[in-house]
């Protein structure tokens, strides 16, 4: 158990680096984008733009073996089942854009900007969609949550409790 914690404060110093690292890459690509021809977001003809696909991609792999790691010891099938979904929101919402890019390069520049904006934003959707499912709904999120416990006032149990009243 300790060795998991320790896991996962690793983990979360570079997810943070990651982070910050994709906010500067974002503002080194509007920055060199504003002083030539306006492209879309999406278009990633910089090196800043790149980059930051290396890293989303990058960013997929640490999430990908952290996820392999938890749900290989993980006993309870309810809280795999929560990982492998939440596994499959997060994958897509960080791996359409590079998939994206690398599929377009069979189309002309005009129609690959469309593609790949489009692309991305009908794969966050629905990225949004079922992470949506997992953390807003009340559904598996709050099965295997420690917020779903009797005594906080917002669970299902006390406001079924306070209706009957």
């Not at 080194?28 to 492209?39: I, L, N």
Request: aromatic share 10%; proline share 1%; net charge positive.
């Amino acid at each position: 158990m300790a060795r998991r914690n320790e896991l996962l404060e690793n983990v979360e110093t570079v997810a943070v680096g990651g982070v910050v690292t994709q906010g500067v890459l974002l503002l080194w690509e509007q920055y060199s984008e504003s002083e030539s021809e306006h492209h879309s977001y999406h278009a990633q003809r910089s090196l800043a733009g790149l980059l930051l696909l290396a890293l989303r991609v990058a960013l997929s792999l640490l999430l990908a073996s952290v996820l392999y790691q938890i749900v290989s010891t993980e006993r309870s099938t309810l809280k795999r089942d929560f990982y492998l979904c939440f596994a499959k929101g997060c994958f897509l919402w960080f791996l359409c854009h590079p998939v994206l890019v690398l599929m377009s390069v069979v189309f002309n520049d005009h129609q690959r900007e469309k593609v790949i904006t489009i692309g991305v934003i009908l794969c966050q959707s629905i990225s949004m969609v079922i992470l949506y499912q997992l953390f807003l709904s009340r559904s598996l999120y709050w099965e295997v949550s420690s917020l779903s416990s009797v005594s906080l006032p917002l669970t299902m149990s006390r406001t079924n409790h306070r209706g009957r009243l």
